[in-house]
């Protein structure tokens, strides 16, 4: 008997590296926005209602544009807030487990120092509030639920940091990278790894388990913007010099929705409650770059 999953996003980086570690055992049914649309809170609640047998479900999409949230601050309290709200109804009233994804970017960035689970939140931007609505939605409303706070997630897929650093690497003839902003830097696909190496458990988890509730997951080791571009440069092309690059405060790059510049989360519970121990971020780093690099010249050849 396989475990069946219900999942929340087809398109996003996170989304797809979950369906590319599928295994025999598991089955993943994942809803894109062509068939679900988060913004339409009752069609989730559907969703999640008929979705037949069902072991957990994961929401691993979001109102992700930072930026643009300042601007559309309904549509991402819909999609990030609305909508993990009714999955969390929908679950509780099946008695399915769900695991929500969720930020960092919850936090101020004030602490000096890793950020714990029960740190207090104070998000800096519509986008971060949000997700904390998100967050406190789906724990008031499902006692088998998982929050898991993730940051800079990077992947061969999507739009992310470590992408946009590959393409400007090639582009630009100076760089300018922010120094001041720094992080657990993390493999979405590890992400990945840990949700569906623990499903099986979770799936007969009762209410009330340690495993339940807030979760930080973040690969090892701390770094600033600067740094994981640095990283990114020798993975990419060890052979030649790295591209030119400055380094900038945050303050270089105005922007809509202001930066935290500590965003690094404490995984301590990870260990205690999982025993797990994310391996150091510039291990899987190595391995996306190695596999986009690999692509690429595959495209050429
Ligand atoms: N990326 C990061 O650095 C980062 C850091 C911390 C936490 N997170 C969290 O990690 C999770 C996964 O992020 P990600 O980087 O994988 O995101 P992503 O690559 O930006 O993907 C977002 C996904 O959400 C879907 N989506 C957005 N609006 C939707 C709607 N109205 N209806 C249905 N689907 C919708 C998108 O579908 P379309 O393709 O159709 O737009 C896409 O599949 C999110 O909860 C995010 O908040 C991300």
Redesign the pocket.
């Known amino acids: 008997m396989s475990l069946k999953i219900l999942q929340?996003?087809?398109?996003?980086?996170?989304?797809?590296?979950l369906l590319d570690r599928r295994t025999d055992g598991v089955e993943i049914r994942a809803?894109?926005?062509?068939d679900?649309?988060?913004?339409d809170a009752d069609a989730v609640s559907r969703a999640v209602g008929e979705a037949g047998e069902l072991d957990l479900v994961i929401?691993?999409?979001?109102?992700?544009?930072v930026d643009k949230a300042e601007s559309e601050p309904d549509?991402a309290y819909?999609?990030?807030a609305r909508?993990p709200r009714a999955m969390a109804c929908a679950c509780q009233a099946r008695g399915a487990p769900l695991v929500?994804?969720?930020?960092?970017?919850v936090f101020s960035g004030a602490k000096d120092g890793a950020y714990a689970e029960d740190d207090p939140v104070g998000p800096l931007h519509v986008?971060g509030a949000s997700?904390l609505a998100g967050e406190d939605a789906v724990l008031d409303n499902c006692d088998r639920a998982i929050v898991l706070?993730?940051?800079?997630?990077?992947?061969a897929?999507?739009?992310?940091?470590l992408q946009a650093m590959l393409r400007l690497g090639q582009t630009q003839p100076v760089l300018k990278v922010v120094a001041d902003q720094r992080a657990r830097p993390?493999a979405?696909g590890d992400?990945a790894a840990f949700v569906l190496s623990q499903a099986p458990r979770l799936a007969g988890l009762p209410a009330g388990a340690a495993e339940w509730g807030l979760l930080h997951f973040a690969n090892a080791g701390v770094a600033t913007r600067f740094e994981m571009a640095e990283a990114i440069f020798a993975a990419a092309w060890p052979d030649r010099p790295p591209p030119a690059m400055e380094p900038v405060p945050t303050s270089a790059f105005p922007t809509p929705a202001r930066r935290a510049l500590n965003a690094e989360l404490d995984c301590s519970r990870l260990g205690a409650v999982f025993g797990v121990e994310p391996r150091p971020w510039r291990e899987p780093l190595a391995e996306v770059v190695a596999k986009i690099v690999d692509a690429n010249n595959r495209k050429v050849a």
């Not at 809803?31 to 062509?34: C, K, M, T």
């Open positions: 929340f996003g087809a398109t996003g980086q996170l989304a797809r590296e809803l894109s926005r062509a679900v649309d988060l913004a929401n691993a999409a979001a109102y992700t544009a549509l819909a999609v990030n909508a929500q994804v969720s930020t960092d970017m986008y997700k706070r993730v940051s800079w997630l990077f992947s897929y999507g739009q992310n940091f993390t979405s992400v």
